[in-house]
């Protein structure tokens, strides 16, 4: 396999971000470090064509005597027995726009990729080789949070805050300054303000009990009911006068009868 990178970045940085397993790791799309792994341990999924793989594995990085560095990595399918091996070798040379990265290598796989189409296979290969290198290039202009042990804190300082100084009480006026104030004009009160302070006069003095159920007074004064018991005496006398009579009139009647 051969492939060429273009990256936007000097040929120093990317040497500097190869030789830092952490960057590397950051460097891959996708890949989920193990927690207490080494660096560039973990699971990864690749996408080729329409499906998608699971490998778990580890990737490592050593440098050459001639600059050059190698790349070696192995993995395994989550769900299944497939392998992937790879052996590449990265060189860099700087260019005018950046920096030139020459892949080399070979690469053998087994398992649910090797059914797959060749050509779906070496785009997805290459697709996340060029991500793999421009990650680098990323991750080597991350710069390295600082401590919070190295942030300077400012000195207190030590100046005494100026005291306030007392306000001075103003000075009273003299008697030939005084305007003399007039007194306010008092209205009287309207009839209904009038007939709520009688009221509430009338309560003071009185339980909580007497003035809850003290019916009101004044003009909100309940309105008596009109007496009907004259009507009712009434005409309880007039049904047994009118039967009275009644019965004088039959009597009457029959009596004249006879006498013809």
């Known amino acids: 396999m051969e492939h060429l990178v273009y990256v936007p970045a000097p040929a120093s940085r990317l ?9 590397v790791a950051r460097a891959v799309p996708g890949l989920q470090q193990d927690a207490g792994a080494a660096p560039g341990t973990g699971r990864l999924k690749v996408r080729v064509g329409s499906h998608s793989i699971t490998y778990r594995g580890s990737l490592r990085v050593s440098a050459h005597d001639d600059g050059s ?124 303000f009038a007939e709520a302070a009688h009221a509430r006069r009338t309560m003071i003095g009185r339980s909580a009990e007497e003035v809850d159920h003290a019916p009101p007074r004044g003009r909100y004064a309940p309105v008596p009911a009109p007496q009907t018991v004259a009507g009712a005496s009434a005409l309880r006398w007039a049904a047994p006068a009118a039967a009275l009579a009644l019965a004088s009139a039959i009597v009457v009647t029959r009596a004249l009868r006879r006498r013809r």
Do not use: M
Request: proline share 12%; glycine share 8%.
């Open 69 to 192: 560095y190698a790349v070696d990595g192995d993995a395994t399918e989550a769900r299944g027995t497939g392998t992937v091996k790879l052996a590449l070798t990265f060189r860099l040379a700087d260019t005018d726009e950046g920096c030139a990265v020459s892949v080399t290598g070979t690469a053998a796989a087994g398992g649910r990729v090797a059914e797959l189409p060749a050509e779906a296979v070496e785009s997805a290969a290459t697709r996340l080789l060029n991500r793999f290198v421009e990650g680098l290039g990323e991750a080597a202009e991350e710069p390295e949070p600082a401590s919070i042990f190295d942030t300077e804190v400012p000195p207190p300082s030590l100046e005494p805050e100026p005291e306030s100084e007392p306000e001075s009480e103003p000075e009273p006026e003299s008697e030939s300054q005084t305007e003399p104030v007039s007194e306010p004009v008092v209205e009287p009160l309207p009839e209904i």
């Open 15 to 23: 040497r500097g971000a190869l030789a830092d397993p952490a960057r």
